[in-house]
């Protein structure tokens, strides 16, 4: 049945579910339409372009993920540490099948779809800054390049994203959390501030993604 009008973020759902399923190139308005139930004319009264239908589901796809890793970062008593903040972020990204399509097709979304670039880059929410804050928390190594580090982490997380689906997800990402924890980790035994500060970055980048 086509739906005179339906909640955008209905749009956004059956936009999201395509694009994992065929990636951003082989998505089409009348698809997404098809998809949410609606006209196409429907998509163009909230979308100008499909462009900017696919901006808005990969802004949408980031504060998902994040929100995610926030939950699941407050609800680790050792959330804190560098290691469990890097296993929860992998797993939220992996929780969203439609933004490991970022990372699967980089010349197209991360380069094509807004005017910008900057905007669409999918921001690591371990990036340099945050590692630099971390380390001044005492949480990660003081002697560690935050932006070797973060680079390193960025090409782990694209290689991770572009052979998902894994067959023991959580097999891996402890794995790679082990590894965090004996080269980055301090040690510490409160780790209260690691969290506070993933949670503040994290709300600032979901605020960015956010806004008009």
């Not at 395509?18 to 949410?36: K, S, Y």
């Not at 139930?37 to 372009?49: N, P």
């Not at 609800?75 to 972020?89: I, T, V």
């Not at 997800?169 to 690691?194: H, K, N």
Request: no cysteine.
């Amino acid at each position: 049945m086509v739906r005179p009008s339906v909640d955008t973020s209905v749009i956004l759902d059956a936009a999201a579910q395509l694009i994992a399923e065929l990636g951003f190139g082989g998505v089409r308005m009348d698809a997404i339409a098809a998809r949410a139930g609606v006209a196409k004319g429907v998509l163009y009264l909230r979308f100008a372009t499909k462009e900017e239908l696919l901006r808005a589901v990969v802004d949408r796809e980031l504060v998902l993920a994040s929100r995610r890793s926030i939950e699941l970062v407050e609800a680790d008593p050792r959330g804190g540490s560098f290691s469990r903040l890097y296993g929860h972020a992998v797993t939220a990204l992996h929780s969203r099948p439609a933004l490991l399509r970022l990372y699967q097709e980089p010349s197209s979304p991360l380069r094509g779809l807004a005017p910008d670039g900057e905007r669409v880059q999918a921001r690591e929410l371990l990036g340099s800054e945050f590692i630099r804050a971390l380390q001044r928390e005492g949480i990660v190594a003081a002697d560690l390049d935050a932006d070797v580090l973060a680079a390193n982490l960025t090409l782990w997380n694209q290689a991770l994203a572009a052979q998902a689906p894994h067959v023991d997800i959580d097999a891996l990402v402890l794995g790679m959390g082990d590894l965090m924890a004996r080269a980055v980790d301090t040690g510490v035994a409160d780790t209260s501030a690691g969290k506070r500060a993933f949670v503040a970055f994290a709300e600032a980048l979901i605020s960015e993604r956010e806004r008009p």
